[in-house]
Every structure is written in structure tokens, then in C-alpha cells.
């Protein structure tokens, strides 16, 4: 690590980075989905979670692989069985704001022991009602640990 002395690694660089640079694409589905359709948008989206939203666009939940395995044994009738009835619901919800620091987010994913942050923004400045307009996940941060180990950073 850093054996070469002509790229020195500067730490502060690191805690500037900020959540809006590396926010990846939400994958979001309607609440009233079914959690038959969820896994299966789950495998063609390849995402590990997926964002439930209400008619009017607003962030309602947090489906994970877990909820999905959880709401599937013993249940037969996964389409008829929406997805926020096993989602998880606001407002336990975990966010982060795209103008938050990265290093903020990745001790939200480690604090409360979760795979992914949605990136959101307040929707007609009601402060509970959120826009999805990203998503910080574990890989986010494993790909800048690399960059920085890579370093890439100067
Ligand atoms: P998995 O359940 O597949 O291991 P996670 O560790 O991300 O995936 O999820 C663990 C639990 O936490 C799930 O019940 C999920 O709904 C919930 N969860 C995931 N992300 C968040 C979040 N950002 N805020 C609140 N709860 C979350």
C-alpha cells in the first residue's frame, strides 16, 4: 500500500467525497406490487434491493433478498401477496441525501447492518415524503476502497 512514493495517499480526500458522485440507479417497483413480481424483477435487474414507491412516487419501503426468501416460505400465492404488506416501511427507513459525505453512508450501511442506502430527495419540501433518485450500496463503497488501494487517488 503507497510503496510508491510518487502518488502519495491523502486521507481527506477520501472524507470529501460526497454520496451524488457515486449514487448508482435506483430499481424501483410500485407498492402494490406483488412479491412474485419483485423477485422476479429482482433477478432481471440484478440488484440485491429493490425501492417501493407509492402511486404518487414517494418512497413507502425496502425489499430485500431476505424479505423476499422470508415471504416466500409456507406462502403459495406470491402474486397475490403485495410487496408492502413484508416490505420494510417508512419511516424505519435508512436514507442519505445526495450532498451527504460517502464515508457518512458507509457507516449507515455498517451501523444498521444493511446492504443499501436510497439516495433521496424531499418531494415538495415535505420533510417524510422522499423522491428515490439513487442508490449507495455495499459495492459502491468496496469499488472506491479499490480505487483508493489502486490509488488512484492523489
Ligand atoms: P438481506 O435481508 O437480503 O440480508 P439487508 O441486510 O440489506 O439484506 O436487509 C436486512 C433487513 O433490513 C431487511 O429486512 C430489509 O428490508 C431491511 N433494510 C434494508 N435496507 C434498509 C434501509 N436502507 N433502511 C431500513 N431497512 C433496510
Known amino acids: 500500500f503507497n510503496k510508491d512514493k510518487e502518488r502519495p495517499f491523502q486521507p481527506t480526500e477520501i472524507l470529501n467525497l ?6 448508482g440507479h435506483p430499481i424501483v417497483v410500485q407498492k402494490s406490487s406483488s412479491v412474485y413480481d419483485a423477485i422476479v424483477q429482482m433477478f432481471l435487474e440484478d440488484v440485491g434491493t429493490l425501492y417501493a414507491v407509492t402511486s404518487e412516487g414517494g418512497l413507502a419501503g425496502v425489499i430485500s433478498r431476505k424479505d423476499l426468501l422470508r415471504a416466500s416460505i409456507g406462502n403459495k400465492n406470491l402474486e397475490y401477496l403485495p410487496v408492502s404488506v413484508i416490505m420494510t416501511r417508512m419511516p424505519n427507513i435508512i436514507t442519505v441525501k445526495p450532498e451527504e459525505k460517502l464515508i457518512q453512508a458507509a457507516r449507515k450501511l455498517i451501523t ?7 439516495v433521496v430527495r424531499e418531494l415538495n419540501s415535505n420533510p417524510n415524503l422522499y423522491e428515490v433518485i439513487g442508490r449507495i450500496t455495499k459495492t459502491t ?3 472506491v476502497f479499490l480505487e483508493i488501494a489502486e490509488q ?3
Open 18 to 23: 460526497k454520496v451524488n458522485d457515486y449514487k
Open 112 to 118: 444498521n447492518k444493511i446492504d443499501s442506502l436510497p
Open 141 to 143: 463503497i468496496t469499488k
Open 152 to 154: 488512484k487517488f492523489v
